[in-house]
């Protein structure tokens, strides 16, 4: 396919949930699955916003005619159910948001008006969405030129979604005001693959804030069009795997409407297919006007100075510091998946070996669990930081095996005290060499990994590799 000859131009929105407490009060972002505590019914109606006119995608949504029920919890405050003005912007969510603006390049804000933008899905009680621009024009450097970042907002994410009904939707309220951060960059984008690379770069940025990881933490737009043809927003990307097929897609479809004479610009579903469906009118500017309960944002040189002297570094550059001090990429692989990353930064320096502390930390707890056949969250609430720092700090100071080390891991998982656990009962020297002259004389021809694998399942961590090895030489050549 000819990109350039059709005249295609891509643009891509990232909204990212960050790891904090909500945005404009003060309570707690995890998600429920236990029973609600209680129910709210509303309806909500379209009204003319600053401009004096309803916005069509609003007009679309307000046809329905729909009552939305509301599931509440004690975790839930007035704030959310829109009974009381909102709390000051969420100072950390305001600094993660800094972080992510300063390593794309951007331009901070240091006046931003806090906006409402009208939402009568149901997802929002108040029947709008409060958001604030905080920097602009900053860039991505790709293989194909840079693409430029025009705006960085934090935002309140919506209500869960948890059934439809034809005349009825039932939302969940502990999403509703978890701090997103959108990112949305200009419609530099000339294929697929440089789309593909913007959206990966990007994500490494936001691997390296504070956010929020998982399923549905994530939701990534495209917005795309061909020559003769209004713009296209498609929603709800949740694979980076899926943008080349569905753009492609969406590419012969916009071919095939071109001898349309009605062509309008309109938001469009993602399906697993690659195909997209028609989800409402394009929203316009009508939807927008100023949040009248906050005052104005102000960011200073001050604090933007204190963000730069603080920014994270990238996966990527800390992916080669972690190879330098000698790991291989299945444990640097494991580091991030797990996301240990700063557990590992706080117990690397009490051992010369890096390799062994990354080890206890992410590869013996996945071999814990498979052996005991429990989840490994349930592992890693036993193994927490302060018990993998005394096991690092006994396993230094009495030299013990990997397979010792294991083992105490093991026992601690099974219930044993931690002090308890560390507590080996060491076989004498002598016995050892007891047992190796022994099994030389029965055993003889045997390779020295025959031999070691014979002493340590007799020994089963009562000696260590090193002084096994060291006996075996005596008798072994």
Known sequence: MDYNKLGFKSGLEIHQQLDTKKLFCNTSSFLRSDEPKYLVKRKLHAI?????????????????????????????SLIELDEEPPLAINEEALEIGLHIALLLNCDILPVSQVMRKTVIDGSNTSGFQRSVLIAKNGWVETKDGRVRIDTVVLEEDAARIISREKDKTIYRLDRLGIPLVEIATSPDIKTPEQFKEVALHIGDVLRACKVKRGIGTIRQDVNLSIKGHPRIEIKGF?????????????????????????????????????????LRP???????????????????????????RNIPKLRSNIREELKKQGLNEELINLIFGENMLEEFKSLVHLSKDANLI???????????????????????????????????????????????????????????????????EKKSLDEVEEFVIKLVKEKPGLSVGGYMGLIMAEFKGKVSGKEAGEILKKYVK
């Not at 949740?238 to 004479?261: A, G, W, Y």
């Not at 394009?282 to 730069?308: C, N």
């Not at 302060?386 to 030299?399: A, G, L």
């Open 282 to 308: 394009m929203p316009g500017s009508a939807r927008m006007y100023p949040e009248t309960d906050l005052p104005l944002l102000f960011i200073s040189k001050e604090q933007v100075d204190k963000s730069r």
């Open 48 to 76: 003319a916003g600053e401009t004096g006119e309803i916005d069509e995608a609003v007009k679309y949504e307000s046809g329905k005619d729909k009552e939305f029920v509301y599931q509440g919890y004690d975790s839930i």
């Open 358 to 424: 990354a080890k206890i930390l992410v590869l013996w707890p996945k071999d814990i669990a498979k052996k005991l056949n429990i989840e490994l969250e349930k592992v890693y609430d036993i193994l927490n930081l302060d018990v993998f720092e005394y096991v690092i700090k006994e396993s230094v100071k009495n030299n013990f095996s990997n397979s010792e080390i294991q083992d105490i891991l093991a026992k601690i998982v099974n219930g044993l005290s931690v002090e308890q656990a560390v507590k080996i």
């Open 238 to 278: 949740q694979d980076v795997k899926m943008f080349i097929p569905t753009i492609d897609k969406e590419i012969e479809r916009q071919i095939k409407n071109l001898s349309s004479k009605n062509l309008k610009s309109e938001v469009r579903k993602a399906n697993v297919d690659g195909t997209t469906d028609f």
